[in-house]
């Protein structure tokens, strides 16, 4: 099996990235299962625009993002919690994908990062605007990782030891929950009775 891990945030060191570090290593952890990531502050896509359709130059390294897409069998999406709002990164990289082979019919765990108690916004956005076309699967489980300065530290003497220990076991029961999805949406996918091609955009 493998995942994706989509780091939201526009900061090229940011806490997003490394709450995107602990969960990779969480979900390695469990054998069997390979991650990759795509950290938006360091690797930006360019804004959307109608030369996406016609593989226009700013475009040329999009193929081999989509490869890695197709080849995920799940999603965990990370977003910080910027004005009460999903940062423009993230929803960028969801408008880039349509009804293909890449986000649809695929679970995504969301987890908003907060640098104080906040987050839920962020959850409420992604769930209620994000999926019509690309047809990417949330599911009804997610993570908030608030006061995130205090927890998932590779060096453990900066964590709050009950912040972390609440994450911890909140990501391990909501990555058990991802892992589960994968499994069952990769048999609904291979029924074969998606047809993008009939019905393209939601509705």
């Known amino acids: ?9 526009h900061r090229k060191d940011s806490q997003s990235a490394k709450v995107g570090h602990f969960i990779a290593a969480a979900l390695e952890r469990r054998g069997g299962i390979g991650t990759w990531t795509l950290d938006l502050g360091k690797t930006p896509l360019p804004l959307w625009d109608e030369m996406l359709w016609s593989q226009g130059e700013q475009w040329s390294e999009l193929p081999a993002l989509k490869a890695q897409l ?16 999903v940062p423009a990164a993230l929803k960028n990289f969801l408008l880039l994908w ?7 019919h695929k679970p995504a765990l969301p987890c908003a990062v907060s640098a104080t108690d906040g987050g839920a916004y962020v959850i409420a956005e992604l769930r209620m605007s994000s999926y019509k076309n690309n047809r990417l699967c949330w599911l009804p489980e997610n993570l908030i990782a608030r006061q995130v ?23 391990e029961y909501a990555l058990d929950l991802l892992v589960a999805y994968a499994n069952a949406l990769r048999d609904v996918r291979a029924l074969g009775i998606i047809d993008h091609e009939t019905f393209m955009n939601g509705v």
């Open 1 to 9: 099996m493998r995942i994706g891990i989509i780091t939201g945030s």
């Open 70 to 85: 197709d080849s995920s069998d799940a999603f965990v999406m990370i977003a910080p919690e910027w004005h009460g709002m």
């Open 149 to 171: 300065k205090a927890i998932c530290n590779e060096n453990e003497t900066l964590n709050d030891e009950a912040l972390q220990a609440r994450f911890a076991a909140r990501s």
């Open 98 to 104: 349509a009804a293909g082979s890449e986000l649809s």
